[in-house]
């Protein structure tokens, strides 16, 4: 079993930025891919990125790209998302989520990953 724990999340004004974490409790991190979605209230969840097991293999929904960036550190088993300029458009809960998966793979669909963590709040004043 495979649990997330996201950190990073809070307040902050419009054209901040902000910095999220998530943490997995195995030591093989390495071998799952990583998604990062976010929902907010009265909306479905949305796909924001995701990261392949290839540190450098992302991808990010159209409206986001430019601002927000997926990187991962598989030494410490930790993926982050770092967000700049955010709107207050971009104010929800931030999930990641993990499979374990080919080198390559990529995941867009929120139904394709099997572990969650329990989201972290952010909200961008403006």
């Known amino acids: 079993q495979v649990q997330l724990v996201e950190s990073g999340g809070g307040l902050v004004q419009a054209g901040g930025s902000l910095r999220l974490s998530c943490a997995a409790s195995?030591?093989?991190?390495?071998?799952?891919?990583v998604g990062w979605f976010r929902q907010a209230p009265g909306k479905e969840r949305e796909f924001v990125g995701a990261i392949s097991r290839i540190p450098d293999s992302t991808y990010y929904a159209d409206s986001l790209k430019g601002r927000f960036v997926i990187s991962r550190d598989n030494a410490k088993n930790t993926v982050a998302l770092q967000m700049i300029s955010l709107k207050p458009e971009d104010t929800a809960v931030y999930y990641c989520?993990?499979?374990?998966?080919?080198?390559?793979?990529?995941?867009?669909?929120?139904?394709?990953?099997?572990?969650w963590g329990q989201g972290t709040q952010v909200t961008v004043s403006s």
């Open positions: 989520a993990a499979r374990r998966g080919d080198y390559a793979l990529i995941l867009r669909s929120r139904y394709e990953y099997d572990y």
């Open positions: 195995i030591g093989t991190f390495s071998n799952y891919a």
